[in-house]
């Protein structure tokens, strides 16, 4: 009976040792698990892209082994990195739920860099005014180019191009029918993108613009559903990121200007009209250590490799031949268009526009940070003659808003803002030690979207770059 007592309670010691050591051992795995960065927002970066930069970020810093876990395939991954030195696994989050979700992440504190496939709206601005101003440099990352591609099944033998007019009729349900623009008939199946999509807003706000989506459209929360949803239907037609265009065909579009199929340096040039940013949006002063770092890593060298691996547009500069397309009907000087024709000839073109803040000649946030590419560009090429050729929008007045003077919505007036833009890119590369060999000055001519929109004047106030001389 004392022995049965004995091994009664020697096994109620080992159980109560076991249950301790557990405990304990459990709360200590615990603290060797650390969530370093939080990536919340576009699905467009964040289904592979995002996912991809963390797992080289987490390399980066030292980790020994790294995994990725999908938990939700597309969606939600996270990035686990396991580090010898210190004995702890240091963890990456990445929501893509969609551009606006990465806003509300940022506003909730539940994310620390939001990803978007827009620009931040105004009223997101409001709600982030104590990160500082979002729609500065500090806060606007421009990550990489992409082109929203307006795609067919390869089938559809008739149609290559579209314009916006078309499109949106399209879209919105008033053209029902392929045979109502040149086609065999057959109802034509929308295929479009969901309510928290950056792409499906860029679409809306860029092509469809008042018009609502028709209701019979199939929506999807992936690039990559719908993609392949196109493929497998003669009838329909959609839109998706470009690297998701795969075994589809993607139209040519016009926005009062000329067609222009979706490439990557039509689209890193934004010349494409439907093409767009992709950004990582930060507070000013991050209290996460680690985000300025990501980014950083992020716009880097080796982040941008990662961002032309999965076929997006990254911003390293490279020159290109580049043939000028003139349409007729939309240029009124053919004086001043000539200068500019002969001007670059013989030149090649970079792959950058150059834009600024609204109507200022303040550099916009990728011009800023495209401006030292350009420089290393210049210097690596043995670049010696840059020609750089300023552009207006047809309702241009910001010469008079700038020196006080009435508003006067002439052609004098547009043909002296596109000077003063270039001017102003001009003393940006002269500050760093580059000279220009000659400034064009084009106004209003060779529009790439319409005037008719705040958008598509936007676009056409740009700076090109052309060079010279490469070894």
């Avoid at 999509?197 to 860029?206: A, L, P």
């Avoid at 979706?262 to 002063?285: G, K, M, N």
């Avoid at 760093?432 to 936007?458: D, Y």
Wanted: glycine fraction near 8%; proline fraction near 3%; aromatic fraction near 8%.
């Amino acid at each position: 009976m004392k022995k049965s007592k004995t091994v009664w309670l020697l096994s109620l010691a080992t159980v109560c040792f076991s249950t301790a050591f557990s405990t304990h051992n459990s709360f200590a795995l615990q603290q060797k698990r650390e969530t370093i960065l939080r990536l919340h927002g576009s699905n467009t970066i964040g289904a592979e892209l995002g996912p991809d930069l963390a797992v080289a970020f987490m390399k980066k810093i030292g980790a020994d082994t790294v995994k990725r876990i999908d938990l939700k395939p597309g969606t939600e991954a996270t990035i686990e990195g396991f580090f010898t030195n210190g004995d702890i696994t240091r963890v990456i989050e990445v929501r893509a739920h969609g551009s606006s979700t990465g806003f509300e992440g940022l506003k909730n504190k539940q994310c620390d860099i939001g990803m978007a496939s827009r620009k931040i709206k105004d009223e997101e601005v409001e709600e982030l005014a104590s990160y500082g101003d979002m729609t500065s440099n500090a806060c606007e990352h421009v990550l990489a180019m992409d082109g929203v591609a307006v795609i067919v099944n390869h089938a559809n033998a008739a149609v290559s191009k579209m314009t916006f007019t078309q499109l949106a009729n399209i879209f919105s349900g008033d053209i029902k029918d392929w045979s109502e623009i040149g086609w065999k008939d057959g109802l034509i199946n929308i295929q479009a993108r969901d309510e928290n999509s950056g792409t499906n807003d860029t679409f809306q706000h860029v092509v469809l613009g008042k018009k609502k989506l028709a209701a019979s459209a199939t929506r999807w929360d992936s690039n990559e559903k719908l993609s392949d949803t196109v493929n497998a239907d003669a009838l329909a037609i959609g839109y998706c990121g470009l690297p998701y265009v795969k075994y589809n065909k993607a139209l040519a579009i016009s926005d009062s200007g000329p067609a222009i199929r979706p490439t990557v340096f039509t689209v890193a040039t934004e010349d494409y009209p439907v093409s767009r940013r992709l950004y990582l949006y930060t507070p000013a002063i991050p209290e996460n250590p680690y985000t300025q770092d990501f980014i950083a890593f992020a716009l880097g060298r080796e982040g941008q490799e990662m961002v032309k691996r999965h076929k997006f547009v990254d911003l390293t500069i490279s020159a290109e031949e580049h043939h000028i397309e003139v349409s007729p009907g939309i240029n009124q000087n053919y004086q001043v268009l000539y200068k500019y024709l002969t001007g670059v000839r013989g030149a090649k073109r970079l792959s950058t526009n150059f834009h600024f803040k609204g109507k200022s000649l303040e550099l916009d946030s990728r011009a800023t940070r495209d401006v030292e590419r350009m420089v290393n560009f210049l210097a690596d090429n043995g670049m010696k003659e840059v020609i750089l050729a300023g552009f207006s929008d047809r309702e241009e007045n910001a010469v008079s808003n700038i020196e006080g003077r009435p508003i006067d919505n002439n052609y004098t007036e547009s043909l002296e803002s596109s000077c003063k833009r270039a001017q102003a890119v001009q003393e940006e590369l002269r500050s760093r030690g580059v000279s220009v060999l000659n400034v064009l000055c084009v106004g209003s001519e060779m529009p790439i979207a319409s005037n008719a929109t705040e958008l598509g004047r936007a676009k056409n106030r740009r700076v090109e770059i052309w060079v010279k001389s490469i070894k």
